[in-house]
C-alpha cells in the first residue's frame, strides 16, 4: 500500500496562474480532506469529502474549489492563485470521519 | 469549533531525558490522535486515542475524555524525537480535525 499519495511536492505559481494539486489513496477510506499549514500555526482544513461525489468547505475554504468523482482521489484546484495562498499543504484520509487519519507527504506551494 | 491547547510550545531536552507533553480541547471528542512532524515536514502517526492508554515502544499516551485532556509521554528521548508534536481532534458534534499549535521539541545529544 501507498497510502496518502500528492503529487507535486514542490510548486512556484505566478500571481493568477491555476494549477491543480493531487491526491489519491488506496485504502478505500471514505473520508478524505485538504489542510493548510502555515508557519507557526497547526493545520486548517480547505475542504473535506465524506465519499464519492460529496464535497464540503471547512475553515479556509476561500479561492480552493474540490471534486470526489472516485473513492481514490481528491484533488484541490486553485483558481486564481495568490500570494497568500504560498503554503504547506496537506491531504489526508481515514476510513470514516471520526476514524484514524493517515497524511500525505505535503505540497510546498510558493505563489510568487 | 473546539478549541485544543498544547504544552508547552517549546522544549530542550538533553538525550535520554524524559518529557511529557500535554493536549487539552474545549469540548467532547471522538478522535484524538498525536502526530509527529518530522525536519522534513512529514506527518507521522504516533497514536489513535480518543480514550484509555496505548504505549508503543518508547512512547505512551493516555487521554482522559471527561477531562478534556490528552498527555503523551517520551522517554528516554533520542535525537530523532526532535520535531513538532501535534495533537487533533474531531468534536462529537463536528467532522473536521482541529489540530493545536504544537510543541517544538529539540533532543541535544
Known amino acids: 500500500n501507498a497510502g496518502v499519495t500528492q503529487t507535486p511536492k514542490f510548486q512556484v505559481l505566478k500571481t493568477g496562474q491555476s494549477m491543480t494539486l493531487q491526491c489519491a489513496q488506496d485504502?478505500?477510506?471514505?473520508?478524505m480532506s485538504w489542510y493548510r499549514q502555515d508557519p507557526g500555526m497547526g493545520l486548517r482544513l480547505i475542504h473535506y469529502s465524506v465519499g464519492a461525489g460529496i464535497t464540503d468547505q471547512g475553515e479556509v475554504p476561500n479561492g480552493y474549489n474540490v471534486s470526489r468523482s472516485t473513492t481514490e482521489d481528491f484533488p484541490l484546484r486553485l483558481l486564481s492563485a495568490a500570494p497568500s495562498q504560498t503554503s504547506v499543504y496537506f491531504c489526508?484520509?481515514?476510513?470514516?470521519?471520526?476514524?484514524?487519519?493517515?497524511f500525505g507527504q505535503g505540497t510546498r506551494l510558493t505563489v510568487v | 469549533g473546539i478549541q485544543v491547547e498544547q504544552s508547552p510550545p517549546d522544549l530542550i531536552l538533553q538525550e535520554g531525558a524524559n518529557s511529557t507533553l500535554r493536549c487539552n480541547f474545549s469540548d467532547s471528542v471522538n478522535n484524538l490522535q498525536w502526530f509527529h512532524q518530522n525536519p522534513w515536514g512529514q506527518l507521522i502517526n504516533l497514536f489513535y486515542i480518543p480514550s484509555g492508554t496505548k504505549q508503543n515502544g518508547r512512547l505512551s499516551a493516555t487521554t482522559v475524555a471527561t477531562e478534556r485532556y490528552s498527555l503523551l509521554y517520551i522517554s528516554s528521548s533520542q535525537t530523532t524525537d526532535s520535531g513538532v508534536y501535534f495533537c487533533?481532534?474531531?468534536?462529537?458534534?463536528?467532522?473536521?480535525?482541529?489540530f493545536g499549535t504544537g510543541t517544538s521539541l529539540t533532543v541535544i545529544p
Open positions: 489526508a484520509s481515514a476510513p470514516r470521519w471520526a476514524g484514524e487519519a493517515f
Open positions: 487533533a481532534v474531531v468534536s462529537n458534534t463536528g467532522n473536521q480535525f482541529y
Open positions: 485504502m478505500n477510506h471514505e473520508y
